[in-house]
């Protein structure tokens, strides 16, 4: 069973130090800590398995490819795959537009959605993300989502753990502020 | 303050995000298959990937990268030889006898310029392969010199009874040169500095040994090139008496320790250098004077040696000198007697240079003209767009022929062309640029290749203007003109309201619309729009005022370009090519006949004398 977020504890920067080197392990150990939030990131924008599988395998690609470019001091992992697979999926749509790939493949049933506002939800954490907010709504994922703890979430980002605890506030801050603006504006 | 984790909310919002965000998972066959695939990628670019720089590498990798990179590698072999040096002096103090100690100090003194010697050969290593940009080279240069000049002071410091002759003589060369180092760095005012210890050095050896002729050559050279500092810089009189001191160190030289033309050109130089700080203080007497001294000395040394060491271009350059002073201090005879003795010099040592004198070998001229401001200079064919035509264009091929070289045209807005030049865009500005006493003190000019005049057009319904001299303190009356011309510069002096523009054709336009009342145009643009397009809406207003002359520039850098073109031009107006080319386009008038003889011409010059320029004491 694939059990996202169950890697050894290694900041980012030197995890990409490795890979960098050709260090196959380490290639693993970011897939691993990644994968699973940057298909969220691309599932919730295209809501489609076949679509998701294609834009995310041609992020990561494209990640690796371009890995020698990559300074971690200029932005954090997050932020470049982010910013890679926001490419490939614009790419994708523009694509799309144009006819070259079938609608069919978009638009899947989203499934077991229980929650009354779950569309709502969703749209006010796309916009956080495109907001710049990213690193945000990351630790929301890592921390509601995927169970992590504040400590395991300060080793991968290199950061103390009061500021993953200022973090997390702000995430939960904007994201009540944003959801509730959404609900006000839908009252009658 | 940030409130804790309340469990009920994190439970609500986790209920929120796990409904509202989490995805269906990926499959997990593509997620292996995603890693496999990665994986093939990352072993096949790791090979490639193994050079790129990797950022940011923690400190002790820094520092290791630091340690061993090649100029701290080449500093630290400078340090090691001047440290085994004084190590193996030391020692022999110890044992050995004075006489020792003296033979030491010459080894050393060895391994150091062998040292030297290989910095220098690593500096050329470098530069040709294009490691690293010259400053960096000049600047590692610089290290090297400053670790050199650091080994002999302390030598000089530990040596007993404080420094010999050798020693000192041996600082002070070195400290020239890193003089010689630290100007060629670009820090020219530390280089004053260095040359002023090192020539300090030498006077005082110079004291101590009237006999030697060695320190009198060495303080030369060295004040020689302080002067050229001090001129840069533009510090006219320190500049003047470095040169002064340079030349009474010559003169205290043993006769015949150089070769006696080898001297006369040196001396030749020192008494020009002399002429221009004169002549840049305003002293027009002192600087023709000066100039006359280099004329003679320089017309000392042989014809053969003028020509093989390229060394007639001192000599051209004090003819030059001094034809501009004459000129200035209204000597027309003499001043245009030496302005041929310049062009028969140029025309008899001159030739075809193998190696281009801007750039290197095979890079053609740059010419910088404005193909937008108007004909017919250079202007695109209306019938072939995107080909270049105009008279100048012509001229530029004809002078292309004749240099054995291309000339290749490069699109500059008129209004900021000379700037252009100045900042090095360009090799050449020709694009009717006329000769001008500002533009005197910042280029060097050609000799005139067109004899232009200004010329007032006005609408065919125009009553109140018959002349120039009617718009003369009219306020109703605005005259349009191209921006920094001998045109806008006339309309200024004589009062006259003006309105410049960018272009040439643009005022043109604007006074068929009524917006100007007239446009002082050069004879050719105002020819060509007036009577060769047959325009019945304009006609002339007068006749042509104030002669001007179109030239080529050049930066003063570039001077020496400036004598293949002067030949160039000679050739052209020799073998009638010059007059086909006007004829072609409808430019050759009475005036350019003034072309054909130089003695004829109006000095460019003389027109310094009625503009704003420098006046003579």
């Not at chain 1, 910013?83 to 614009?90: D, E, P, R, T, V």
């Not at chain 2, 028969?344 to 070998?361: H, K, M, Q, T, W």
Request: hydrophobic share 40%; glycine share 6%.
């Amino acid at each position: 069973v694939w059990l996202p977020g169950l890697t050894a504890l290694q900041s980012d920067d030197d995890i990409i130090r490795a890979i960098k080197q050709g260090d196959q392990d380490a290639l693993g150990k970011l897939y691993t800590r990644y994968t699973l939030a940057l298909w969220r990131f691309v599932w919730v924008r295209l809501r489609s398995h076949h679509a998701s599988e294609d834009v995310v395998s041609e992020a990561w690609l494209a990640a690796i490819r371009g890995i020698h470019r990559y300074d971690p001091n200029r932005v954090p992992v997050y932020y470049w795959l982010v910013g890679i697979a926001k490419n490939k999926i614009l790419d994708f749509l523009h694509k799309q537009r144009r006819g070259q790939i079938a609608l069919s493949g978009l638009a899947e049933a989203t499934n077991d959605v229980s929650h009354p506002d779950a569309e709502r939800i969703r749209k006010v954490l796309i916009e956080m993300d495109d907001d710049g907010y990213m690193l945000e709504c990351l630790v929301l994922q890592w921390k509601y989502l995927d169970g992590l703890k504040v400590c395991d979430i300060a080793q991968r980002l290199e950061k103390s753990e009061s500021a993953i605890q200022n973090l997390l506030y702000r995430a939960r801050m904007e994201f009540h502020r944003r959801y509730g603006q959404e609900y006000q504006s839908e009252l009658p | 303050m940030i409130p804790s984790d309340n469990s009920d909310h994190d439970e609500d919002l986790r209920s929120k995000l796990k409904n509202a965000w989490e995805a269906p998972p990926p499959r997990e066959e593509f997620v292996a298959e995603l890693e496999v695939r990665l994986q093939a990628e990352l072993a096949a670019i790791a090979p490639l990937g193994a050079s790129p720089v990797v950022a940011s590498p923690s400190l002790p990798f820094r520092l290791f990268n630091v340690f061993t990179s090649r100029r701290m590698l080449a500093a630290a072999a400078i340090v090691l030889a001047v440290s085994t040096g004084w190590l193996g002096w030391q020692t022999s103090r110890l044992q050995a006898a004075r006489d020792q100690q003296a033979s030491l100090r010459n080894e050393t003194a060895t391994n150091l310029q062998q040292a030297l010697a290989a910095i220098d050969r690593f500096d050329r290593a470098v530069h040709d392969g294009q490691k690293l940009t010259p400053r960096d080279v000049a600047l590692m240069r610089k290290d090297g010199l400053q670790a050199a000049v650091a080994g002999y002071e302390t030598l000089v410091k530990v040596g007993e009874g404080g420094a010999t002759d050798a020693s000192k003589l041996d600082l002070a060369r070195a400290q020239l040169r890193l003089a010689q180092a630290t100007a060629a760095t670009g820090d020219k005012a530390q280089a004053i500095d260095r040359y002023l210890q090192g020539l300090s050095t030498l006077e005082q050896l110079a004291q101590n040994h009237p006999e030697s002729a060695g320190y009198p050559d060495d303080l030369a050279n060295g004040y020689h090139n302080l002067g050229v500092l001090y001129r840069d810089q533009g510090q006219t009189v320190q500049a003047d008496r470095a040169f002064q001191q340079a030349l009474n160190a010559y003169r205290h030289s043993r006769p015949g320790a150089d070769a006696d033309a080898e001297r006369a050109l040196r001396l030749g130089a020192l008494y020009s250098e002399r002429a221009v700080a004169q002549a840049a203080a305003g002293n027009w007497n002192a600087a023709r004077d000066w100039y006359t001294q280099a004329i003679q000395t320089l017309g000392t040394v042989p014809q053969a040696q003028l020509s093989a060491q390229d060394s007639w271009r001192s000599l051209f350059q004090a003819l030059a000198g001094r034809s501009r002073i004459l000129a200035a201090l209204g000597l027309r005879t003499e001043s245009l007697q030496d302005w041929d003795q310049a062009l028969e010099l140029a025309n008899r040592f001159s030739r075809p240079s193998p190696d281009p004198i801007v750039g290197p070998a095979g890079k053609p001229l740059i010419w910088g003209a404005d193909a937008i401001a108007g004909a017919p200079f250079v202007f695109e064919d209306p019938k072939n767009p995107g080909t270049l035509i105009g008279y100048e264009m012509d001229l530029a091929k004809a002078l292309a022929r004749q240099m054995g070289r291309p000339i290749q045209f490069k699109q500059h807005k008129w209004v900021t062309l000379l700037q252009g030049l100045e900042k090095g865009e360009m090799d050449i500005a020709m694009n009717g640029v006329e000769i001008m006493p500002e533009r005197l003190q910042k280029f060097r000019f050609s000799r005139p290749y067109y004899i232009s005049k200004l010329q007032l057009v006005v609408r065919a319904d125009e009553q109140r203007i018959r002349s120039v001299a009617d718009c003369r303190d009219r306020k109703d009356i605005v005259i349009g003109t191209l921006g920094n011309t001998a045109a806008e510069w006339q309309l200024d002096r004589l009062r006259i309201k003006r309105k410049s523009y960018e272009g040439q054709i643009e005022p043109f336009t604007d006074l068929i619309l009524g917006r100007i009342d007239g446009v002082l145009a050069d004879l050719p643009a105002a020819d060509y729009y007036v009577r060769q397009k047959q325009n019945p809406k304009v006609k002339y207003g007068g006749e042509a005022i104030a002669p001007c002359f179109y030239a080529i520039a050049v930066h003063p850098k570039n001077e020496a370009i400036l004598s293949e073109i002067n030949v160039a031009l000679e050739r052209l107006l020799q073998s009638g090519e010059l007059r086909r080319i006007y004829e072609k386009w409808n430019l050759w008038n009475a005036d350019q006949e003034g072309l054909q003889n130089v003695k004829d011409l109006i000095d460019p010059l003389r027109q310094a004398e009625s503009g704003p320029g420098k006046q003579p004491n």
